[in-house]
């Protein structure tokens, strides 16, 4: 009898520990990003990084391997944004790429270094109407290129690349540090004429990057970058930008709290996080992208192993919920530092992953170049908004 007691008490402390939930650990590793020690070194500005970094200990875990394992939608290749904050230029670029083949079956590569010209022009302007008081730096939202393109227009990639005779990569730190100056310049001697303004940072700009097309030639036919973008009959009010903080109301159009909206654009529709997931995952599904924005610093993010996910150290995946998220926004352990494409997606394991098509240096270290895996998780916590079709979310969202 003592013998079948200690029989079952062994099988119950076995079923106990097979049912409990893996945890996961960290380890150290060498501060190290391939890709960027090479953009460093052809601008002449390299310089060993000797610190480590806690991460994630990926030892024995089933992550994905190849882009070829995802369902993806068409896209155009990955390119690097360089030394540069375009990324909110380069992912929603790509994402209305990827929107016109699936509406026209057009494969078009437009340039983000016209619409980043004229978003620094037009940061310029409302810093001078604003007297100083409105951020002037590189970052920006997805919802911004609309108006830059309905006021601008676009114009192919081959017309306009940004880049000098030769140079390997963009280098934007030269060209900010000379427009910051002269703004400051501005704001010390109040000197707020807008005309002479705009004037000025045209002149860095087109000394930096080169003076945009005033004209462009599609298929023999001449036409301005505003009749171009025109012809692609892109229509903005088929799209939306859906958000998710707890600190805001739900189902309402608010603005979102971060620097990079800069002109302070209240057309996110912010919804619940449930609601925010399953509408993600239903456009993917559908056969839709989504250019996203969020957190990208976090130790289960890493280039090397091309994956992003959320650890339990971190937090247990059963409870990153609405808290979980607005806490991490509050204290700024979340913040808006990079925008992104996601183009395709996997279940694993009954867990959804994400294809990740990725502008920055990080994207380039690994065997898929230019992309990253997200877990489910990892947008549930860290990311924090979306731009889509709004015929993806019909039966998901109602506006």
Same mark, same amino acid.
Request: glycine share 6%; hydrophobic share 35%; net charge negative.
């Given at each position: ?29 060498? =501060? ?7 953009? #460093? ?23 994905? #391997?190849? %882009? ?7 896209? +155009? ?22 929107? @016109? ?7 078009? &590569?437009?340039?983000? *270094? ?20 409105? @951020? ?34 963009? +280098? ?14 501005? &704001?010390?001697?109040? @000197?707020? $004429?807008?005309? =002479?303004?705009?004037?000025?940072? #045209? ?5 930096? *990057? ?11 036919? #001449? ?18 930008? *859906? ?24 057309? /996110?529709? +912010?919804?619940? @996080? $449930? ?36 650890? =339990? ?20 352990? =979340?913040? $808006? ?33 230019? /992309?990253?895996?997200?877990?489910? $998780?990892?947008? %549930?916590? &860290? ?17």
């Amino acid at each position: 009898m003592l013998r079948f007691i200690s029989i079952s008490i062994l099988a119950a402390i076995l079923l106990v520990q097979a049912q409990a939930p893996q945890k996961d650990k960290g380890t150290f590793v060498e =501060t190290k990003n391939d890709f960027w020690d090479k953009i #460093k070194y052809e601008n002449a500005r390299y310089a060993a990084d000797e610190k480590t970094r806690f991460i994630v200990d990926f030892t024995g875990m089933e992550l994905p #391997k190849s %882009k070829a394992e995802f369902t993806a939608h068409w896209h +155009n290749e990955p390119i690097s944004q360089g030394n540069s904050g375009m990324c909110w230029a380069f992912s929603t670029t790509s994402f209305y790429e990827s929107e @016109l083949y699936r509406k026209t079956g057009q494969k078009v &590569k437009l340039s983000e *270094l016209h619409t980043v010209y004229w978003e620094y022009v037009e940061k310029a302007r409302r810093y001078v109407q604003e007297l100083g008081n409105s @951020l002037f730096e590189q970052g920006s939202m997805a919802n911004h290129i609309p108006i830059i393109w309905e006021k601008y227009g676009v114009v192919p990639a081959a017309d306009y690349t940004g880049l000098k005779k030769d140079e390997p990569f963009h +280098n934007h730190t030269p060209l900010f540090e000379e427009m910051q100056t002269y703004l400051n310049y501005v &704001k010390d001697n109040y @000197l707020w $004429d807008e005309e =002479t303004v705009l004037s000025t940072i #045209k002149a860095i700009l087109n000394a930096h *990057l080169g003076e945009p097309p005033a004209t462009i030639a599609i298929e023999g036919k #001449k036409m301005t970058p505003v009749e171009y973008f025109q012809s692609l009959k892109i229509d903005f009010d088929d799209y939306i930008d *859906l958000l998710s903080l707890l600190q805001l109301p739900y189902h309402q159009f608010v603005a979102y709290p971060v620097p990079d909206n800069w002109w302070k654009s209240d057309d /996110y529709y +912010n919804v619940p @996080l $449930d609601q925010f997931m399953a509408a993600l995952k239903s456009a993917l599904r559908r056969g839709y992208t989504v250019s996203i924005g969020g957190d990208t610093s976090e130790p289960g993010y890493y280039s090397h192993q091309e994956v992003a996910l959320v650890p =339990t150290f971190d937090i247990p995946a059963d409870y990153i919920d609405e808290n979980a998220r607005q806490l991490r926004f509050s204290n700024q352990s =979340t913040t $808006d530092d990079h925008g992104v494409h996601i183009v395709g997606f996997m279940e694993k394991d009954g867990q959804d992953w994400f294809l990740v098509k990725d502008s920055g240096a990080g994207a380039q270290n690994g065997a898929n170049k230019g /992309y990253y895996f997200y877990h489910q $998780d990892y947008i %549930k916590l &860290k990311m924090m908004d979306f731009t889509v079709c709004r015929e993806a979310l019909q039966g998901i969202v109602d506006f």
